[in-house]
C-alpha cells in the first residue's frame, strides 16, 4: 500500500504519496496562507493530499495511511501542544486529519519527519547517530540516536530552534528571546537582508536592482543570487547568517558528538557556498578540535523529499 507524507510549513503544504520503495510517485504543493484556523489548515492538508493522489494517478483505495510533519511539539496522541509559527495551542491535529481524510493519521513534528526520511532514504542511511537541521521559517532538528528518534518525555525533542544563542536578544513567538530560529532561519537571513539595506542609503547593493527598490520583495532566494554576483553587503549578510548557525551546530556537536549532521531545506541548496564555510566557523569553536572522529557537516540529500518521505513512514 501506498502512503501520503505531508510536509506542513509556515508558507507552503507540500504533499507526496511514498511508494513501497519509499519514492514519491505524485506530489502537490498549495499555500498556507495563515493565520487561519487549525480546522482550515486541516482541510488544506486534506485538499494537498487529494491533489497529490490525483497527481499519482492512483485512487484514495490505495493509500493506507496519512502522515504530517508539522512545526511545533507534537504528543503520542498527535496533539500539536504548541506551534508558534502555526498558531497551534494543544490542537488535535490527528483527529481532525482523520475526521476529513478518513484515513489513519500520523503526527510527528516535521524536523523529526525529515530526520526519519534522511535515516531511511537518504544522508543517514549508514549512520546510527545523527541530527538532521532543517532551516526554513524557522528552525527544526531530529536527533537519531543508536538509530532511533530522540522524542523525549513530552514528545518535544529536538526543538533545537528554540535554545537560546543571544540572551537578551530578539523576541521570538515562543516567549523566550535569542532564540537559535530568530538568527538562523530563512525568515531571520530576510531580517538581515533588510536590516543590512537600510543603512545602504546610496543603494550600492545589487539586491535593490533585484526587489526594484521595494525591500517588501526581498527573499533567501534574492539574497544568494546578489552574493554569487559578488555583491558585499549580501556577502556581509550571508557571513554574519553563518556565523548564527554556526554557534547552534556547535552546541549540537559538543553536547551529542552525532556521526553526521545535515542541514536541510531551502538554503541547504546553496551547497558549498553555505556549507564549506560553516565547517570552517565549526570547526574553530567545537571542543572536540583535536579528537581523531569529528563530525560530518553536509547538506541533506533528498532536499525538500526529506520531510514527506518522513511522514510517510510514520505510518509503518
Given amino acids: 500500500m501506498k502512503r501520503v507524507g505531508i510536509d506542513l510549513g509556515g508558507t507552503n503544504i507540500a504533499a507526496g504519496v511514498v511508494a513501497e520503495n519509499n519514492k514519491i510517485i505524485g506530489t ?3 499555500p498556507t496562507n495563515l493565520p487561519k484556523s487549525a480546522e482550515a489548515i486541516a482541510d488544506s492538508i486534506c485538499e494537498a ?6 497527481n499519482a494517478r492512483i485512487s484514495k483505495d490505495e493509500i493506507a495511511s496519512i502522515g504530517i510533519g508539522t512545526p511545533g511539539a507534537v504528543n503520542s ?13 494543544n490542537t488535535p491535529l490527528k483527529k481532525l486529519i482523520e475526521d476529513r481524510f478518513l484515513k489513519p493519521a500520523f503526527i510527528e513534528n516535521d524536523a523529526n519527519c525529515a530526520a526519519l526520511g534522511e535515516k531511511v532514504a537518504g544522508s543517514g542511511k549508514n549512520t546510527k547517530d545523527f541530527i538532521a537541521v532543517t532551516l526554513g521559517t524557522g528552525v527544526g532538528g531530529g536527533i537519531i540516536l543508536d538509530g532511533k528518534l530522540l522524542t523525549g518525555i513530552n514528545g518535544a525533542a529536538g526543538e533545537i530552534g528554540h535554545m537560546v544563542i543571544k540572551p537578551d536578544g530578539i523576541p521570538c513567538p515562543c516567549g ?3 532564540c537559535f530560529e530568530q538568527y538562523a532561519s530563512t525568515k531571520a537571513l530576510v531580517r538581515q537582508a533588510k536590516d543590512a539595506l537600510t543603512t545602504d542609503r546610496a543603494h550600492i547593493s545589487k539586491m535593490w536592482e533585484f526587489i526594484e527598490d521595494d525591500p517588501k520583495n526581498i527573499n533567501g532566494e534574492i539574497v544568494f543570487q546578489a552574493a554569487h554576483d559578488g555583491d558585499e553587503i549580501a556577502l556581509k549578510v550571508i557571513d554574519n547568517f553563518v556565523e548564527w548557525l554556526s554557534l547552534g551546530i556547535v552546541n549540537l556537536i559538543n553536547i551529542f558528538q552525532p556521526e553526521g549532521i545535515c542541514i536541510g531545506g531551502g538554503i541547504a541548496a546553496q551547497g558549498d557556498f553555505i556549507i564549506k564555510p560553516l565547517i570552517e566557523r565549526v570547526e574553530a569553536k567545537r571542543y572536540t578540535k583535536k579528537s581523531a572522529k569529528q563530525t560530518r557537516i553536509y547538506a541533506a ?7 514527506i518521505i518522513g511522514a510517510a513512514l510514520l505510518g509503518e
Fill in 28 to 30: 502537490a504543493s498549495i
Fill in 49 to 54: 493530499a487529494m491533489l497529490a493522489i490525483s
Fill in 77 to 89: 496522541n498527535g496533539v500539536v501542544e504548541f506551534s508558534s509559527n502555526l498558531g497551534f495551542d
Fill in 176 to 178: 523566550r528571546n535569542g
Fill in 301 to 307: 540529500t533528498l532536499g525538500n523529499d526529506a520531510g
